[in-house]
């Protein structure tokens, strides 16, 4: 089983790491860094830096497809290199995931029409373009294609998955040996839970978050 | 401010990525992976490559030293180039820090003598070794030594931690720009909440866990 993450310049690195530790010891399975050119690929910061492995037209049918969102999603949303690689992938995969705005490029390679999915909660609107149907669950199961919210859902997304993939107790042995038993110092990772203040300063795009 | 992030061979990719997520952002900071020699360094999967943009030796004086766990670890007990760095380096730091095994590097480099820390749960009697007082907390916070339980607890120690360099209302925006809200779809996180069977295994090294 090929696990394929893809990455592009600008991607959020919790949104593709959070699920290849979650997936990448899953039995029989090989995980693979992909982008558009092998090599290095830098992250939204520019302060962290991960290798490609593989070139996507080297990895043509993988068994699972992760897309990781980011700021440099934007730059992605006319790359029909990109596209075509995640509309073809889709085809044979048997599943196809996203994480937070990755589920915006699932979108725009028309896989989402007519699914239920999620993402970033400030992304959540514009899947209603791509014919989606945004909910605001933290992970979405739509057929073969599973989508995450917001950069650290990827971890719940995965674990998810894994459930599929291998069997609950697998999943139970990752979210132990990772030791996922979460405890936020705060209660604010929800738009519905967060002081107001730091809601409108996100939504006004004067926050750290572009 | 300087944010180190130690990179070495078989390092668990979540537990430096965690950390580097919510801390990256942090006004007036400058995040940096190093590591021994500048360059690729592999994760205990040997299927993920993070770049280390500096040498130790070029990094002297970091406000704070974030220290990832994974099974490389083992090999970097008594690598005095390392350990005298975290040394130093903890010296003149304002914050040193560690992630899951990472707490045992800590502890090697004598930075632990009587300090309550923790680690990951299957390894938590080994810091009495140091002279450590091992808590099974996820976060323990002692004078300036902030250490993280299991490979994700590093994101709630990154955000505990985020709370006191920056302030409540700025972390908060960090959880909420993250998402994080988490939804395991399991409460298997812990030795206590796990099904025996599941513990069973990761104690006794038959899990995909080495």
Redesign the interface.
Known sequence: MQIAIVLYDRF???DA??P??ML??T?GS????VAERPG?VSND?G?????A?KALDEVPRPDIVVVPGGPGQRDQMGNETLLGWLRAAAATSTWTTSV?TGSLLLGAAGLLRGRRATS??LALDTLATFGAEPTGE??VVDGKVVTG?????G??MA??LL?KVAD??F????????????????D????L???A???G??RDGT???R
């Open positions: 959020t690195a919790l790491i959070g290849y530790e990448c010891r039995p090989e995980t693979v860094f290095p910061r302060t962290l830096t991960l290798l492995e937070c970033h909660w933290r992970v919210a917001g950069v650290s859902a971890i719940d674990l998810t459930g609950d107790e999943a139970q042995s990752i979210q132990l040996g990772t030791e996922y038993d979460p405890q936020p110092p705060y604010a990772g929800s738009p839970k967060a002081p203040a730091v809601v300063r996100l926050s750290v978050f």
